[in-house]
């Protein structure tokens, strides 16, 4: 025979809190009011028995506290509207307190009185109930309560040593290598670590060792923490995930314990998987940290670093770890030993992007969509970009109320994304639209004009996101790794396009160049100090600042060091300044042998709000035949 619980689902909404307490506390109030405390006044054992000799008592219940008689007189009842100033028979009560009496039986004897003996068990032990068991289930319940809140705020004060470890159990992990695209070569590096698991036998009888630790490295959203998971599901073992933050508390010494505590419950579940998410949390280096800094992180740190050469390889555990920022991390995790095999989780390439876009995709439904050309639009996208795309297009479908995804719901969120939000309610003068339309129109022009530069996509006047009053989109048809310096000087030349479209039409500038002077400027100045492609310093390197470069990889040192003279900053300076001149006297040039070309665009700007790639490839085309 089975013992089935009771369903729970209808209070797993529930949530404790102390409005319960206060009515569970009314209720026992009014409890104990209405049922437990119903005694009577008493009269004195004297008047109780001339009671009796009167005649008045005629029934007497005897217990062990108190004697009760009841008596049958006539009295008038309260007057009601059915039946006014009625006389019925009632009861009359009196209560005394027992006494040990012979005396008494014999006058009730003699008066012909009724009487009989009660027990008062049943009330006795429900008396203990409410007076001793419910009070402590009550506290019980209420220290669990305060034991939970101190629990959620920082572990409480008999558990700030436990780990905090999300362990999830063997079988329970679903996510599998098939579930994560666009991070082959990564795959690739993690399969020896599940083969290792499923078999270790094989690597044993040779000598081999898995690493110990394996180091994910890459920007935010790549899938690091997925493949994680999918690495823990395809091997069946059980998964400790911990944030790197989660070690760290207020109470010194707290970070140290932890670890010992996660790795202490990963060797008896071994062989299994610790993942500890945003490593650099408790790992930053300890070589910059002079004058005190941080004695906990440090303190944590360090017992990282002994568990790590305290267990050994062949017993199954194996440590994963997560971080976008490889270069701010402590040597001694990185050394061989510990975290001796670091994967890239690059951003995904065209072909990556396409099978990202199709595992998301295949629970929205789909029309008439081109994931290839969606995966080309999405240059420098991660997967979390992707997803999110995907679940933007289905839901502008939804507002659209179509039942079915679309391409232009795909290149809207695209848009979205780059861009952001349409703002078509804000009011924008006429003369300020107009400056708006020659502005990206110059842009797209120059876009247009110049060879190799990535096609315009769309134009638009319609205001998005944070002060955007327009914008050109811009899509790369493959991904590039590499620029020439002739390729850096025609995205300035881009980008100076609005600004000298402005100048030539109305002869006056604005401040909505600004953003695109500062991109500019920027790329002339790596040029310069990153790339060595300078007059005076050619081939040299002037900075050891990494930062982003051009292309989005990521840097290894995001902190600028200046290490070179006042003169020389001097020349950078007047350096930016020349080649910004230049450029932009070349773009002038461009945009005055093709004043006409830039009207009619503009015009059709201004007349449509946006235009799209196939449109605008039609206005060149045509102006160049009719000029022909």
């Not at 069946?236 to 790197?244: D, I, K, N, Q, T």
């Not at 994963?320 to 920022?325: E, G, K, M, S, V």
Request: proline share 4%; glycine share 8%; with cysteine.
């Amino acid at each position: 025979m089975s013992l089935k619980l009771p369903d729970l689902k209808p209070f797993k909404g529930w949530k404790f809190s102390l409005v319960y307490i206060g009515i569970l506390v009314l209720g026992m109030s009014l409890f104990n009011y209405m049922f437990m405390n119903k005694s009577q006044p008493t009269i004195d054992y004297s008047e109780f028995k001339n009671k009796i000799a009167a005649g008045e008592i005629k029934r007497v219940e005897l217990s062990d506290n108190y004697f009760t008689g009841f008596s049958s007189t006539k009295r008038e009842m309260p007057s009601m509207l059915w039946f006014p100033h009625t006389r019925v028979a009632a009861e009359t009560t009196y209560r005394t307190v027992a006494l040990n009496d012979p005396d008494l039986l014999k006058l009730m004897d003699e008066r012909a009185v009724s009487y009989y003996g009660v027990s008062r068990d049943g009330n006795a032990l429900l008396s203990i109930f409410f007076s001793w068991v419910l009070p402590i289930v009550f506290f019980f319940i209420i220290w669990r309560f305060l034991m939970k809140r101190m629990g959620n705020m920082g572990g409480g004060v008999l558990s700030v040593g436990q780990n905090k470890a999300v362990i999830v159990a063997e079988g329970d992990i679903l996510t599998r290598f098939t579930d994560v695209a666009g991070v082959d070569e990564a795959k690739d590096e993690l399969v020896e670590v599940v083969d290792f698991l499923k078999n270790p036998k094989k690597y044993t009888d040779i000598g081999g060792k898995i690493p110990k630790g394996v180091l994910l490295v890459g920007p935010p959203g790549t899938g690091k923490t997925l493949l994680a998971r999918a690495v823990a599901g395809e091997a069946h073992v059980a998964f400790f995930r911990m944030s790197g933050a989660d070690f760290v508390e207020m109470f010194v010494g707290v970070g140290a314990a932890r670890v010992r505590d996660l790795f202490k419950q990963a060797r008896v579940k071994a062989p299994c998987i610790i993942f500890i998410d945003e490593l650099d949390a408790i790992g930053k280096s300890r070589i910059n940290n002079i004058g005190g800094g941080n004695d906990e992180r440090e303190q944590t740190l360090n017992q990282l670093l002994v568990e790590m050469d305290g267990f050994d390889a062949t017993s199954g555990l194996i440590l994963l770890a997560a971080t976008n920022r490889p270069d701010v991390l402590d040597p001694a995790l990185l050394r061989p030993g510990r975290f001796d095999r670091q994967v890239l989780v690059d951003r995904p390439d065209v072909k990556g992007r396409e099978a990202i876009l199709r595992i998301h995709a295949q629970t929205v439904k789909l029309g008439s969509v081109d994931l290839e050309a969606i995966a080309r639009m999405t240059s420098g996208f991660v997967g979390a970009d992707l997803a999110n795309i995907v679940n933007e297009a289905a839901l502008l479908a939804v507002r659209a109320g179509r039942q079915i995804v679309i391409q232009k719901d795909f290149e809207e969120a695209i848009e979205k994304t780059v861009a952001g939000l349409q703002k078509k309610n804000r009011i924008i003068s006429e003369d300020e639209r107009r400056i708006v339309a020659f502005h990206e129109t110059g842009h797209a022009l120059i876009a247009a004009f110049t060879p190799g530069m990535d096609p315009v996509q769309k134009i638009s006047i319609i205001p998005r996101g944070f002060g955007a009053l327009g914008y050109t989109l811009q899509m790369p048809v493959e991904d590039r790794y590499l620029m020439t310096e002739d390729e850096l000087r025609s995205k300035i030349n881009v980008l100076l396009g609005g600004r000298a479209a402005e100048e030539l039409m109305f002869g006056k500038i604005s401040t909505g160049a600004a953003n695109d002077l500062t991109k500019a400027a920027d790329i002339a100045r790596r040029m310069i100090t990153d790339y060595g492609m300078s007059d005076r310093f050619k081939h040299v390197a002037l900075t050891s600042r990494g930062g982003t470069s051009m292309l989005g990889i990521p840097s290894q040192e995001p902190l600028l060091q200046r290490e070179y003279s006042e003169a020389t900053q001097q020349y950078i300076d007047d350096e930016i300044a020349h080649i910004m001149e230049k450029q932009y006297a070349a773009v002038t040039q461009d945009l005055t042998m093709n004043k006409k070309l830039l009207t009619t665009v503009a015009e059709r700007l201004l007349e449509k709000e946006s235009l799209d790639e196939k449109e605008f490839k039609e206005l060149v085309e045509n102006e160049r035949l009719t000029a022909l």
